[in-house]
């Protein structure tokens, strides 16, 4: 269609949403005497609701061509999760939309930077074709950095120039987690290129800066970078903030960060402050919700619930740029959902654009985004590596010990060892290359993790998505890594040289094509046989397992070529 042409179809459908707002004809939809979040006043509101053509027209007192009684109800503005990796969920982008729509998110912010550190910018085009025409809208964020460091051995490494062309894409919003701190305040070129390039092109960019403060945060804030998702605390949410970044209060699976900073929502700061997930496994959101999930929290919590409702909604939208999201009112997206109340917030019925997309319990059908043949070849062949040997995991001498906390994915050095001691917790753990065939093996060990017999393996190791193991012996340990070699990804627990639960995951070694149900019996079959085998009940076997081999968090880790010292940024 030309420009004069839509130019002239989108004057068309103003004049019917005008005349349905003047009430000179009937809306398509009213929903009658309902109460509304307001997010402009944060009051609950009342009046008829019409909608037309997708948006809402007005608020008072109209007649549609369908009216829905609301009394008793609440209608909120859809949900906005402000930043969120879809690969968490193990599930393609149409599974977890599945998952997702009864828990009123509408909008999602994602990055795609776990695809990417395997595929490279094929992954990030692999997420744009599977997110494509979904029921809930998918905004995407572009990797800042791939690999995390320089010294990870991923499946590829992402510079400006890589990511450059995909700013054209509408659906777009922007420069994703910069994770590379001391890059940034350091002045590293191939850094700030990124940064310039998307300010440049009007874009914002994420931040990623976990308890820095004074002149650093100073440096990094002044750089160009405008949020932050990694707060822990109040104090260090309130120095971001008032240098001017928007915070992102998280509530993953991992990271639960709410209750510390619930002193954020309120008249006072709450125009600074979102929700987002970052991380959120399958039992998590299906047993307990999403961004609702948030909300119901903050809530109980104390929280207004318009405030709340707000943070979920119309602040996500606005500092994304997403105009007409977010809000009930005139001219905005028909974006919406019903609930009984903002304490319980059951979800009745959840619209997109006007159009139900759950009610009755049941989702709306709709096709999975057809993904080109080349890049789903591509996506389910990404393990370029061969199968190894007990030989492969032998450690030379006595080294330090990787010591997991539990509840916490920050690690400390502890005494070494030099080999297995299950009455001390000292397991082998290993970490195999898997994307270039390079033959890197590190091996070291590790304690806390619990296991008393067997071992455990999966292809999620943060960010690089080698393959990451460990276990009471190295039979197990090499038969759960080579099965993953054999699935191209998933997870793995063996005992005794039998294969007791798996997990395959196919899709960049990453995420399952399967209904995110399935996912989740099979993931909580294969935590189960990790914890039957001895895993500590205060870890989560896999995503826990699943950090131990990233460098930019404390203080000691597992990579490809052995043992790192974060903290003196060396290898031991």
């Known amino acids: 269609m030309l420009e004069k042409e839509k130019t002239e179809l989108a004057s068309k459908e103003k004049q019917r949403v005008i005349k349905a707002a003047l009430g000179e004809k009937p809306a398509g939809l009213v929903l009658k005497n309902a109460s509304y979040i307001n997010v402009f006043s944060k009051k609950i509101c009342r009046g008829d609701i019409a909608v037309e053509n997708g948006v809402f027209a007005g608020i008072g007192k109209y007649s549609g061509e369908k009216e829905i009684d609301l009394s008793g109800k609440i209608v909120l503005p859809g949900f906005i999760d402000a930043h969120l990796h879809i690969e968490s969920s193990l599930a393609s982008p ?14 999602i912010v994602c990055d795609p930077h776990e695809i990417a550190n395997v595929m490279g910018a094929e992954g990030i085009e692999y997420m744009l074709e599977a997110t494509e025409g979904l029921p809930i809208d998918v905004m995407m964020m572009l990797p800042s950095c791939v690999p995390a460091t320089p010294l990870d051995e991923s499946g590829a490494v992402l510079c400006c120039d890589d990511i450059a062309p995909f700013y054209n894409h509408p659906r777009v919003a922007g420069l994703a987690e910069m994770m590379n701190y001391p890059g940034v305040v350091s002045g590293d070129e191939s850094v700030l290129d990124k940064i310039s390039f998307a300010e440049n092109r009007g874009k914002g960019i994420d931040g990623h800066a976990p308890g820095v403060c004074g002149n650093g945060l100073n440096a990094y804030v002044a750089a ?24 992102m209060i998280r509530e993953g699976t991992a990271a639960k960060n709410l209750e510390a900073l619930l002193p954020l929502l309120s008249l006072q700061y709450e125009d600074r402050c979102m929700f987002c997930c970052d991380d959120r496994h399958p039992n998590d959101i299906l047993k307990s919700g999403h961004i609702d999930n948030i909300v119901k929290k903050a809530v109980a919590a104390g929280t207004d619930p318009a405030i709340a409702a707000k943070a979920a909604s119309f602040n996500a939208a606005r500092y994304f740029g997403l105009a007409g999201k977010g809000a009930v009112a005139p ?23 006007g159009v139900p997309v759950y009610e009755n319990k049941k989702i709306a059908d709709f096709a999975a ?125 063996y005992d005794d040289g039998k294969l007791v639960a798996e997990l395959p995951l196919p899709i960049a070694g990453i995420m399952s094509g399967e209904p995110i149900e399935v996912i989740d019996k099979k993931l909580e079959e294969a935590k189960s046989a990790a914890f039957a085998l001895g895993a500590n009940p205060g870890v989560d076997p896999f995503m826990t397992l699943s950090f131990m081999a990233l460098p930019v968090i404390s203080s000691i880790r597992i990579m490809p070529c052995g043992i790192f010292d974060v903290d003196n940024w060396k290898f031991i």
């Not at 160009?224 to 915070?247: N, P, V």
């Not at 400390?412 to 917790?425: G, M, Q, S």
């Open 331 to 353: 001219g905005y997206k028909a974006d919406f959902i019903i609930a009984d109340s903002m304490e319980n917030l059951d979800i009745e019925a959840v619209y997109k654009n």
């Open 224 to 247: 160009g970078i405008h949020s932050d998702h990694e707060c822990t605390g109040f104090a260090e949410a309130l120095e971001k903030l008032e240098r001017g970044q928007h915070i």
């Open 369 to 493: 985004p057809k993904i080109s043949s080349e890049l789903e070849k591509k996506a389910l062949d990404t393990f370029h590596v061969e199968k190894i040997s007990e030989k492969d995991l032998s450690v030379s001498g006595r080294i330090p010990v990787i010591g997991m906390i539990p509840g916490q994915i920050v690690t400390e050095k502890r005494n070494a060892a030099e080999k297995i001691d299950l009455e001390k917790d000292i397991l082998k753990i290993a970490v195999i290359e898997r994307h270039k065939n390079t033959g890197h093996i590190g091996t070291g060990y590790i304690n806390g993790f619990g296991l008393k017999k067997g071992a455990v393996a999966t292809s999620i190791s943060h960010d690089s998505h080698n393959i990451i193991a460990a276990g009471t012996n190295d039979r197990d340990i090499v038969l759960a890594v080579n099965r993953i070699i054999e699935t191209k990804g998933g997870i793995a627990v």
């Open 94 to 107: 149409a599974e977890l939309a599945k998952a997702l729509l009864p828990h009123g998110t509408t909008t």
